[in-house]
T-cell receptor, first 115, second 118 residues
Framework: GAVVSQHPSWVICKSGTSVKIECRSL??????MFWYRQFPKQSLMLMAT?????????EQGVEKDKFLINHASLTLSTLTVTSAHPEDSSFYIC???????????FGSGTRLTVV | AQKVTQAQTEISVVEKEDVTLDCVYE???????LFWYKQPPSGELVFLIR??????QNEISGRYSWNFQKSTSSFNFTITASQVVDSAVYFC???????????????FGKGTKLSVIP
């Protein structure tokens, strides 16, 4: 079945540094990928929708200059958290739409801790 | 606008008990999909089921069953003879047009944390 590989699984970084999270579709082409953020004991909130070859669409309240999304190829989308601060600590998870029975495939998530 | 409500924040049951997780949704679309996902402590989302709005047949898969009722906008999930491995957070999600203008997205409920006690 369709697989989305997300790396890293977890990362700890210092405040003020940038962190890049990658999501790759391994056996299919993902023209659209979705990025979610999940705070502890909270639901998944859609941050942005990335389309291959074009600018991402950000949800209201999400700073596009802070959360840079690049979807340069049909198999790779990246989310860069720039100048990370402790309040950016969260679980980030990507998803791609697929034609399989479930309709969506999720990456395994990245737990970001900013110290 | 679309919305998913999972009123039960946390549920605890003793192993082998049956448990039902509630999900109520709101959408103006006539065509939409409903999902259930399981999120174990490791964090990954495990797909359980997808149901489209035109298929109201209830579904059973092993110990899992789902009851979709459009009349009450509910899509409830029942685990029969619960096991410790069922302990996780369960999310109900709705795929529909967010603004009625063709912009579709997957909206998640807040999740229900299920603890199955041995």
């Amino acid at each position: 079945g369709a697989v989305v590989s997300q790396h890293p699984s977890w990362v700890i970084c210092k405040s003020g540094t940038s962190v890049k999270i990658e999501c790759r579709s391994l056996d299919f082409q993902a023209t659209t990928m979705f990025w979610y953020r999940q705070f502890p004991k909270q639901s998944l909130m859609l941050m942005a929708t990335s389309n291959e070859g074009s600018k991402a669409t950000y949800e209201q309240g999400v700073e596009k200059d802070k959360f840079l999304i690049n979807h340069a190829s049909l198999t790779l989308s990246t989310l860069t958290v720039t100048s990370a601060h402790p309040e950016d600590s969260s679980f980030y998870i990507c998803s791609a739409r697929t034609v399989s029975s479930d309709g969506y495939t999720f990456g395994s998530g990245t737990r970001l801790t900013v110290v | 606008a679309q919305k998913v409500t999972q009123a039960q924040t946390e549920i605890s049951v003793v192993e082998k008990e049956d448990v039902t997780l509630d999900c109520v949704y709101e959408t103006r679309d006539t065509t939409y999909y409903l999902f259930w996902y399981k999120q174990p402590p490791s964090g990954e989302l495990v797909f359980l089921i997808r149901r489209n709005s035109f298929d109201e047949q209830n579904e059973i898969s092993g110990r899992y069953s789902w009851n979709f009722q459009k009349s009450t906008s509910s899509f409830n999930f029942t685990i029969t003879a619960s096991q410790v491995v069922d302990s996780a957070v369960y999310f109900c999600a709705l795929w529909a047009s967010f603004s009625g203008a063709g912009s579709y997205q997957l909206t998640f409920g807040k999740g229900t944390k299920l603890s199955v006690i041995p």
